[in-house]
């Protein structure tokens, strides 16, 4: 497989520096991810269910549907003048009208669900033309019906379903596996739980990168809210190649698309185009020529668990490290124990450390913070709303950010590293 990146801007230099951006292609394999997550399709009242052919005749039956692109169906529900669930209105408040298409689409596969004695028999449109009876027949022995997920009766799929991206209708693909059997189908009181159907992404993208003279491997998984698009996903990045995600390599590191990767003390935050087909690394930005003084602004704040701070006990220390983090950053939680066990062996020297957390929930970052006793003063930071944070205002987009401030509050240095910064400090406290 080969492997691309981008050529240095200035081509004056002769050796790409710390801001120059990667990008390498990935290709679609078929493979469990180790999150898998379980789709459970449970039958709905459908209007449609009139227009639907190759319906079974005199069997009790019932349809449901995986929906790829749920804002879509908002939205040409709102353009027929349908009153929308509150569910529906939350949906098409966060959606981009601009981004979906007035046009009807399909991006729905539908699937029917009968019972013909002792076999559970499955019907999938995977062709969208709103006919069954083209359609493969999936029969399924209900001996299984208690046995446990992950049985030699699941079915692997492929499915056509069309996706609406920058307003453009794109034709696509995906491979689903079905489960015709969970444990939730014999749970007492579940209405029609012997229609529910079980469905997830079988599929993952993966490539190989070459980044300041090094070659790595990637792989990935979309996320759970966008199924087949990559606008959030699961990482898996290592100096060792590996087959499938669920196979864990030496060195590999698990990341989502808001954690930041450290390459021989340089951070790039990952992200992938919009169907996965091409991975990015971007540069952090160099936050050094940010402003002077960050006490000002600090001592304007009150820490979610502790006392307002002042100017005074800003300048205290010799140096104060401020500590971008979240609890969603799988990173920023793996540093914290070190960075309290970094600030405990440089007690006697002066070292100050302020948190700021960047969360959507202040709520569960006060939880953690006490579950974790951490004694630090911690500023909470909204993720999702808001113009005027601190970290909006120095432009931080890769977490966790470790910043060392100086006795009047200027940044004299940051980093995305634990490491770096731990040597950075011995640096700094033993001339």
Avoid at 141 to 167: A, C, H
Avoid at 177 to 203: A, Q, S, T
Avoid at 289 to 295: G, V, W
Avoid at 345 to 366: C, W
């Amino acid at each position: 497989m080969k492997f691309i990146h981008f050529i240095c801007l200035m081509l004056s230099y002769s050796i790409c520096d710390s801001q120059t951006s990667y990008f390498a292609l990935s290709e679609k394999h078929e493979g469990a991810c180790p999150r898998q997550i379980n789709y459970i399709l449970r039958p709905k009242n459908l209007e449609t269910k009139d227009t639907l052919k190759g319906l079974p005749k005199g069997k009790d039956f019932r349809i449901t549907y995986f929906d790829f692109q749920k804002e879509q169906t908002v939205y040409e529900k709102f353009q027929t003048g349908k009153n929308l669930t509150e569910e529906e209105i939350e949906i098409f408040r966060e959606s981009d009208t601009l981004e979906l298409s007035r046009f009807h689409t399909q991006h729905k596969i539908y699937f029917v669900t009968y019972f013909v004695k002792d076999k559970k028999i499955i019907i999938g449109d995977l062709n969208s033309n709103m006919d069954f009876s083209d359609d493969d027949i999936f029969s399924f022995d209900l001996n299984e019906m208690k046995v446990r997920e992950g049985t030699k009766e699941n079915e692997k799929i492929n499915v056509s379903y069309e996706y609406v991206s920058k307003g453009v209708i794109t034709k696509r693909s995906a491979i689903l596996l079905v489960e015709p059997f969970n444990r939730v189908y014999i749970y007492k009181g579940v209405k029609d739980g012997k229609f529910h159907i079980n469905l997830k992404i079988h599929e993952f993208v993966k490539g190989e990168i070459e980044i300041l003279g090094n070659k790595y491997y990637f792989a990935a998984c979309s996320g759970p809210n966008q199924k087949t698009v990559f606008n959030n996903f699961d990482l898996f990045f290592s100096k060792q190649e590996f087959n499938t995600p669920s196979i864990i390599g030496p060195g590999l590191k698990t990341l989502n698309n808001k954690d930041t990767i450290d390459i021989n003390g340089v951070g790039f935050s990952p992200r992938f185009s919009v169907f996965g087909d091409t991975f990015f690394l971007e540069p952090i930005k160099d936050i050094n020529r940010l402003p002077k003084s960050l006490f000002e602004e600090l001592s304007n704040i009150y820490p979610i668990n502790s006392e307002k701070l002042t100017i005074e006990q800003l300048k205290s220390g010799r140096f104060t490290i401020v500590d971008f983090w979240g609890t969603w950053c799988v990173p920023c939680v793996k540093d914290i124990p070190k960075l309290q066990k970094l600030l405990e062996k440089h007690k006697g020297n002066g070292i100050n450390l302020i948190g700021i957390a960047v969360d959507g929930n202040e709520t569960k970052v006060l939880e953690f913070i006490r579950k974790r006793k951490i004694q630090h003063p911690v500023i909470f930071e909204n993720l999702n709303v808001g113009s005027d944070w601190i970290y909006k205002k120095l432009n931080i987009t890769v977490f966790p950010t470790y910043l060392i401030l100086d006795k009047e509050g200027g940044i004299i240095f940051s980093t995305n590293s634990i490491q770096i910064l731990e040597e950075k400090l011995e640096n700094l406290t033993n001339p």
